[in-house]
């Protein structure tokens, strides 16, 4: 079995298929590699000498350079590789050409057509707070239709509860009011119940009409310190009514260029940039040549992979927001005190990433190689088919909720080590390796791993596809079993 993996012909580093100990012999080439460090899986080593000062070459481009002299078989981590990267910049738009192929054959999957012309892939009835202070009350609620009701044309009974819509001032007040707003319109919604509770930042009234128009037989309002008996009493009879409706929906054929699709990644790990990071990327360019759409987010993951995306904008202007994009979350960082090129995570470390600029490159491959269309503003609603890109940071469950607001009726999520996560809809967990398909079956729900393994990258997508359909057609995934579903809101300013 082949140990190891090159990327790229022009890298100077290969990652670790298993681990390798001191002593270890690797055949490269035709060249003998004496491993001289123990080298873990998802890890780099060395394949030549590399000076102090020099660049450290992964996916076909600079990483870092070498703090230090690494010599050939050395493992090459954060303790002999430093960031390449400084603040802000300026960039240029050099376009380079769209190179995905297109597919004549159409898929389609059976979904729910609402009124307004979007697609469900749900047909469930959410209870929205519009503050934290009755999240209780809203799934107490979501408890008791759940037990109450049996009727199988609807799929599910949730409270979407968040801890914002009290005290909140300025930019913090307006992100909550509009992700919550794309939450109650969101098409998996077959209708909603917005509780509110009366002395919150975020009233009912000025809320209700910051919706826009709605379908007032699916969407309902409740502010519990105006119900003059018991709010569960009047919110099951308001949930009754909507459940009337909702009921009669039914799915229908209907084809992929009306399903959005997020893309995220958390709890990465050496093989994610190698597996499941790729496998979304060649998902993409598929989604997108059906004519759907596909969105990237987590705008700290772009810093140092940046300029691959803005030379795939679709033109000059698009090209422009994408520089907006990554300068201004730059900013907010700088505002705050904060290195831009913070290390990744911990666990993004142990897993075997090094630096920004190495995790940035394994994220953006999920955009695949398609042209960006289109560049979202935090709590935007998509407008554009194709790949968008989001604002949002890198925070898996904000990123998250940012997404499903968008407009997205499910996500895919990869991960290298393994995350519980589910947001409020279907979440489907991707492993990079097989050893966590296999460790967490009640968290995953595909595994990429065996790109590792000898399987070809076109079969496991087409696998990833046809799952894709059967999820966008009613099949569940893990964290809709296990009732993981949960939001988090972007804060950034004073809290009263």
């Not at 890890?43 to 660049?55: C, R, T, V, W």
């Not at 909550?176 to 939450?183: E, F, G, M, V």
């Not at 079993?481 to 949960?486: A, I, K, L, M, V």
Request: with cysteine; hydrophobic share 35%; net charge neutral.
């Amino acid at each position: 079995m082949i140990k190891y993996v090159i990327i790229n012909s022009d890298d100077n580093v290969a990652v670790a298929i298993e681990t390798l100990n001191a002593g270890d012999v690797v055949a490269i080439k035709g060249d003998i590699i004496n491993i001289v460090s123990n080298v873990p899986a998802g890890h780099k080593f060395a394949l030549n000498d590399i000076k102090n000062g020099s660049h450290i070459i992964k996916y076909g481009y600079s990483i870092g350079h070498a703090r230090s002299n690494i010599y050939k078989g050395s493992l090459v981590n954060g303790f002999n590789t430093e960031t390449n990267l400084g603040e802000l910049l300026e960039y240029s738009y050099r376009p380079i050409p769209e190179i995905i192929s297109s597919t004549t054959e159409k898929r389609e999957f059976m979904g729910y057509l609402r009124a307004d012309g979007r697609v469900g892939i749900r047909n469930e009835i959410w209870i929205v707070p519009t503050v934290g202070c009755v999240n209780g009350v809203a799934g107490k609620l979501a408890a008791m239709l759940n037990k109450e009701n049996e009727d199988t044309s609807i799929d599910s009974f949730f409270s979407v509860t968040h801890n914002h819509g009290c005290s909140q001032l300025g930019d913090d007040l307006e992100n909550t009011r509009k992700i919550l707003r794309n939450l109650v319109k969101h098409p998996n919604a077959g209708g909603v119940l917005v509780i509110g509770l009366g002395c919150e930042n975020n009233q009912l009234d000025s809320f209700q009409k910051f919706i826009g128009e709605y379908d007032s037989s699916r969407i309902k309002f409740m502010e519990c310190q105006r119900v003059p008996g018991d709010e569960l009493i009047e919110g099951m009879n308001l949930l009754r009514e909507i459940c009337k409706v909702v009921k009669n929906d039914r799915r229908e054929k209907l084809p992929l260029s009306k399903l959005n699709v997020g893309l995220k990644c958390g709890g990465s790990d050496g093989f994610s940039g190698i597996t499941a990071n790729p496998l979304l990327g060649l998902f993409s360019d598929f989604l997108v040549s059906q004519g759907g759409t596909s969105v990237l987010t987590e705008v700290p993951e772009m810093f140092g992979a940046e300029t691959i995306l803005m030379n795939r904008c679709q033109d000059i202007a698009t090209f422009n927001k994408t520089v907006s994009l990554i300068n201004d979350f730059k900013k907010y960082f700088i505002d705050n005190g904060q290195s831009v090129y913070e290390n990744p995570s911990p666990g993004n470390i142990a897993g075997g990433i090094s630096t920004l600029e190495e995790k940035s490159l394994g994220c953006t491959q999920k955009s695949g190689k398609s042209k960006v269309r289109d560049v979202l503003s935090y709590g935007d609603v998509l407008k554009v088919n194709g790949l968008n890109l989001l604002s949002a940071p890198g925070n898996d469950i904000v990123a998250s909720t940012a997404l499903a607001a968008a407009g997205c009726q499910l996500i895919l999520f990869t991960t290298g080590r393994g995350t519980p996560l589910g947001s409020c809809v279907p979440t489907i967990k991707i492993s990079s390796n097989t050893s966590l398909f296999i460790k967490k079956p009640n968290w995953i729900d595909f595994n990429a791993g065996g790109i590792v393994e000898g399987e070809e990258i076109s079969v496991t997508c087409k696998k990833l596809i046809d799952m894709v359909i059967d999820v966008a057609s009613g099949r569940r995934v893990k964290n809709e079993d296990n009732e993981f579903r949960d939001i988090a809101i972007f804060k950034t300013g004073v809290t009263l």
